[in-house]
C-alpha cells in the first residue's frame, strides 16, 4: 500500500540536503538583520550568525496553514513575515518533492515486488509444468514399452505356433507315403534277396540260365540293384530323422520346462534349418557339450534357429567361404553356444541396436527385426547372457552362456 501521503515532514527533514544550504546569509540579505530558523519545540534549526538565542520577534513558516518552524528577527514584522512566507514556499515545494520522490520510489518498489512475485508465479508454474511433461514423457514411454512388449509377445506365439503348425503339418505329411516308402523298400529288399539266392542255387547249374544271366550282365543289375537300396535305404533312415526332428520342433508352442541333451537339441535345430540352404553354405557342428539342460526347449530351438538363420542371410552376398559354425561346450560349469559365421558382419553404429525391438537392416518386408530381441529374451529367461562380437567384411559370432546346475545338483 501506498502511504507517502501520509507522511509529515519537519522543518528539519525539508532543510536536509536543500541546494547552497546558507540559508541564514540569503535571508539576512532580504531582512537587513539577523536572522535565526526554530522549530515549533524551540530547537534552532538555523542559528542566527550573531547570537545563539533567537530574537523575540518572530513570523511562523507555515506548510498547508501549519506552522512546522519559526523564523526569528529583530527586522520590520511585515518584512518578516514575507519572508518567513517566501521560506514557507520554499519548504512546501520541497515538501511536495520529497513526496513524489517517496511516491515514485514507494510505486516502483511495488512494481518490482509485484514483478518479482510474478516472477516467482511463473516459476512455480513453469516447474510444475515441466514436472507433468516429464510425467506424461514417462507415461509414453512405459506405455509404449508395454506395447512393444505386448507386440513381441504376441509375435513369438505367432511365430512360434506358426513354425509349430508348419513343422506338424509337414511331418505329418511326410510320414504316411514314408510309411509306404520304407515299406515297399523292405519288400523290394526281400525279393532282391529271393533274386540272389535263385541266382546263387540254380543259375549256376543250368548253362541255359547262366548264358542268359551273363548275357544281361544281371550280376552287376543285382549288385547296382543292391547299391541302390542301402542308398534308399539310408535316405529313408535320414527322412525318418527329419520328421522326428521336425516333430520335436512342432513343439515350439509348449512352453513347457523340460530336461533335454543339448547336443540332441542342436542337432534338431539344425536339421530342420538347413532345410532349403543353398548348397554353397557348410555348416560344421562342434558339439562338445551333451550335457542335460534344464530349459525350454521349443524356445530355445526358436532362438538357435533365429541365430543360423542370420547368419545364413549376412552370407548371402559373400564371395569365398560361407561358412557357419555351431559350437558348444563347458566352461566354468556353464554351456557355451556360439553360432559363428564368415558373413558380411555388423557395423558397429548397428552393434548397439541389434537387439532392439523392430531394429533391421534388411530390406522392408525381408525382416521384422525380431530374431534377436527374441533371442535375447529367451536366453535372459534362462538365467543365461548373450553377447555379439563382429567385424565388417570378416563376421559374426554371436556367444550364449546358459547356467547349468551345480556339479553336485546335477
Ligand atoms: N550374423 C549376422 N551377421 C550380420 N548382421 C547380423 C547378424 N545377425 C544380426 N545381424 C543384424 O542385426 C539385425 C537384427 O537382427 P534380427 O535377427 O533381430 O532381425 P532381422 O534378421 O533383421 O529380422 P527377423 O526378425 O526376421 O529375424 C539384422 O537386420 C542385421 O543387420
Ligand atoms: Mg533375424
Known amino acids: 500500500m501506498i502511504d507517502s501521503f501520509e507522511t509529515e515532514f519537519s522543518a528539519a527533514d525539508l532543510l536536509k540536503g536543500l ?30 550568525r550573531d547570537s545563539a538565542v533567537p530574537p523575540a520577534t518572530r513570523a511562523p513558516v507555515q506548510i498547508d496553514f501549519e506552522p512546522i518552524a519559526w523564523l526569528h528577527s529583530n527586522c520590520a514584522p511585515d518584512t518578516l513575515a514575507a519572508v518567513a512566507g517566501m521560506l514557507s514556499l520554499v519548504l512546501q515545494n520541497r515538501a511536495r518533492y520529497l513526496m513524489a520522490a517517496a511516491l515514485h520510489s514507494e510505486v516502483s518498489i511495488a512494481d518490482f515486488q509485484a514483478l518479482q512475485q510474478r516472477n516467482l508465479d511463473l516459476e512455480e508454474s513453469e516447474a510444475r509444468y515441466r514436472a507433468l511433461a516429464e510425467q506424461l514423457e514417462q507415461r509414453v514411454r512405459e506405455q509404449v ?25 509337414v511331418a505329418h505329411e511326410i510320414n504316411n507315403p514314408m510309411a509306404f516308402i520304407c515299406s515297399n523298400l523292405q519288400s523290394t ?26 548275357e544281361r550282365n544281371l550280376d552287376k543289375v543285382m549288385a547296382n540293384l543292391f547299391a541302390m537300396q542301402d542308398e534308399s535305404d539310408e535316405g529313408c533312415r535320414r527322412i525318418t530323422a527329419i520328421v522326428r526332428n521336425l516333430k520335436g520342433f512342432s513343439n515350439v508352442d509348449n512352453d513347457e520346462w523340460l530336461e533335454v541333451n543339448v547336443s540332441d537339441l542342436l542337432e534338431q535345430v539344425c536339421s530342420v534349418a538347413i532345410c532349403g540352404w543353398p548348397g554353397d553354405i557348410v555348416l560344421e557342428r562342434r558339439l562338445r557339450a551333451p550335457v542335460s539342460l534344464r530349459c525350454r526347449p521349443a524356445h530355445l530351438s526358436q ?91 570378416e563376421g559374426t559370432c554371436v556367444n550364449i552362456t546358459l547356467p547349468l546346475p551345480a556339479a553336485g545338483a546335477r
Open 19 to 48: 541546494a547552497g544550504g546558507n540559508w541564514v546569509a540569503q535571508l539576512e540579505k532580504l531582512t537587513q538583520a539577523p536572522v535565526s530558523l526554530t522549530d515549533s519545540a524551540g530547537n534552532v534549526l538555523l542559528p542566527s
Open 145 to 169: 514399452a508395454t506395447i512393444e512388449v505386448a507386440q513381441r509377445n504376441l509375435y513369438e506365439t505367432e511365430r512360434l505356433s506358426s513354425v509349430g503348425r508348419l513343422a506338424a503339418g
Open 189 to 214: 529288399r526281400r525279393s532282391l534277396g529271393k533274386i540272389q539266392a535263385f541266382r546263387d542255387s540254380v543259375v549256376p547249374g543250368d548253362s541255359a540260365w547262366l548264358a542268359a544271366w551273363q
Open 303 to 393: 532362438a538357435i534357429h533365429a541365430l543360423l538363420s542370420n547368419s545364413l542371410h549376412a552370407l548371402s552376398d559373400v564371395h569365398g567361404v560361407k561358412k557357419i559354425i555351431l559350437e558348444s561346450s563347458l566352461e566354468h560349469e556353464q554351456l557355451c553356444i556360439r553360432v559363428q559365421d564368415s558373413g558380411m558382419g555388423i557395423r558397429t553404429e548397428h552393434l548397439a541396436r541389434v537387439f532392439d525391438p523392430f531394429f533391421t537392416t534388411r530390406p522392408v518386408g525381408a525382416g521384422i527385426g525380431l530374431g534377436l530381441t527374441i533371442c535375447r529374451d529367451v536366453v535372459l529367461a534362462h538365467g543365461g547372457c548373450i553377447r555379439i562380437d563382429s567385424s565388417v567384411d
